[in-house]
């Protein structure tokens, strides 16, 4: 079964680690979000050491298919947010994966 972690989890986790309450782990983890948030809204890199990078790439516009009538259809450009996993992670869920 595929559980999710969720902003309450994460909080959750932080009060018990550092023991602070749950209100200020709360502020710690949204803040955290929104600077991340920021920084890919500026064009900027996201780079969290040992887990990965986030990274806002430029699509250009180009032409697709409507896949349900096969009908030719513009695609706008458009920004997207990629993740690219450090190693690190790569080898611990695979290690997880192997070990299961």
């Known amino acids: 079964m595929h559980q999710n972690v969720t902003r309450a989890d ?16 709360a502020g710690l983890v949204e803040r955290i979000l929104e600077l991340m948030v920021e920084a890919l809204e500026r064009g900027e890199t996201v780079k969290l050491s040992g887990f990965g990078v986030f990274q806002v790439r430029e699509k250009r516009a180009r032409m697709g298919r409507n896949p349900k009538t096969g009908e030719p259809a513009a695609i706008h450009p458009r920004r997207v947010i990629t993740f690219r996993a450090s190693q690190i992670m ?8 192997g070990a299961a």
């Open 10 to 25: 994460l909080c959750e986790s932080v009060h018990e680690s550092l023991g602070l309450s749950r209100q200020e782990c």
């Open 90 to 97: 790569k080898g611990k869920v695979d290690g997880a994966n």
